[in-house]
């Protein structure tokens, strides 16, 4: 046979002089059919390399069981463990995954959203990027009832249902930690604000100041990236202060460690000179030495939660959205923070 052909259940049935119709259901191990024709049919349909049509009966049925994922970036130990915890989830319940990355721009978030609308997915899972401000280009999706999730970095909207941590609560137990190790002059090493994460982390920051009466000084916080380079050049303004904090709280695990290979190379000691928090809890936080304090960010979990919350709206199309939900997150502290 022609291997530039695609194989048809007609192909089949003429080869086993039998009828598409048996062929059919044969391949999917219907009942009706007897168990060696089946099995006759299976084995036939693989030598010939026979591809099941699976977009187009799914056309027919109106769902592709597809879930789509954009994330704003793939090579992030957080976002791994969610994917894991969607992943877990999704296959468990038949479906699979499309996963596309932003790269931290809306123009790309933009083509994505518009890649899931053509792939047909069934629903959507999202984390934002830095700068998105509005979801207009998932109003397509929103409009044919297509479900949208939104994970740690989400936007307020009534049909869609976010599932966070409170970030808040986070960053202010975060300060609160380096205030009680007697800390009074603490940078925060922050990501871009337009994002609720940052927003919310600098809001528990500042929050925790005040409880202990110390003015916040904007000068001491640092917006940046939140990545290597930017551990880097937080670390390098730290040094360049009159007077030099004794505290770091990073909204980030990499920005963090970055910071502080930075500042050992410069001879200040850590937790002696400057106690150092970060957020995440990636492996690199054990790694460092001293081991980072951080912030356990439960992805794993939020995965799950998001996964299972998605697939529920599709099946109940008709229960109206939670808005909101909370997971916990937990303070871990190490020697980075305190004095051993």
């Known amino acids: 046979m022609d291997g530039k052909k695609e194989v048809t259940i007609y ?21 009706a059919i007897r168990k060696e024709t089946r099995k006759r049919i299976k084995e036939t349909a693989q030598l010939m390399g026979y591809q099941n049509n699976l977009f187009a009966s799914n056309l027919r049925a109106k769902k592709t069981n597809t879930i789509g994922i954009i994330i704003p970036r793939i090579n992030s130990y957080f976002m791994s463990t969610v994917i894991s915890g969607i992943e877990h989830v999704v296959n468990a319940q038949g479906y699979s995954l499309i996963i596309s990355q932003s790269q931290e721009t809306f123009e790309k978030e933009i083509k994505n959203a ?11 899972l999202v984390s934002l990027t830095y700068t998105t401000e509005n979801i207009q280009h998932f109003e397509a999706l929103l409009r044919k009832r297509i479900p949208i999730i939104f994970f740690d970095r989400v936007f307020d909207d009534p049909t869609c249902t976010n599932v966070v941590i409170d970030n808040t609560k986070a960053g202010y137990d975060a300060t609160m930690h380096l205030l009680e190790q007697g800390r009074r002059r603490i940078v925060h090493l922050c990501g871009h604000l337009t994002r609720n994460t940052y927003a919310d982390r600098l809001k528990g920051y500042r ?14 916080v640092i917006v940046n990236p939140l990545n290597e380079a930017g551990g880097i050049e937080a670390a390098q303004k730290f040094l360049q202060l ?21 500042l050992k190379i410069a001879g200040i000691r850590i937790p002696e000179d ?8 990636d492996p690199i936080a054990r790694v460092i030495e001293p081991n980072l304090t951080t912030i356990h960010y439960p992805g794993y979990e939020m995965g799950q939660i998001a996964a299972t919350t998605l697939i529920n709206t599709i099946h109940n199309s008709r229960t109206s959205p939670i808005n ?5 997150h937990e303070l871990l502290v190490r020697e980075s923070s305190s004095a051993k």
Do not use: W
């Open 11 to 31: 192909d089949i049935a003429e080869k086993l002089d039998l009828s598409p119709a048996t062929v059919s259901r044969g391949l999917k191990d219907h009942p």
């Open 274 to 281: 400057v106690a150092i928090v970060g957020f995440n809890n």
């Open 114 to 124: 518009t890649t899931m609308y053509n792939s047909r997915v069934d629903g959507l």
């Open 324 to 328: 909101t939900l909370v997971l916990k």
């Open 207 to 220: 929050m925790a100041l005040q409880d202990k009466g110390i003015a916040y000084d904007e000068s001491l």
């Open 242 to 262: 009159d007077i030099r904090p004794d505290g770091i709280f990073a909204a980030n695990d990499s920005s963090a460690v970055a910071c502080m290979q930075e």
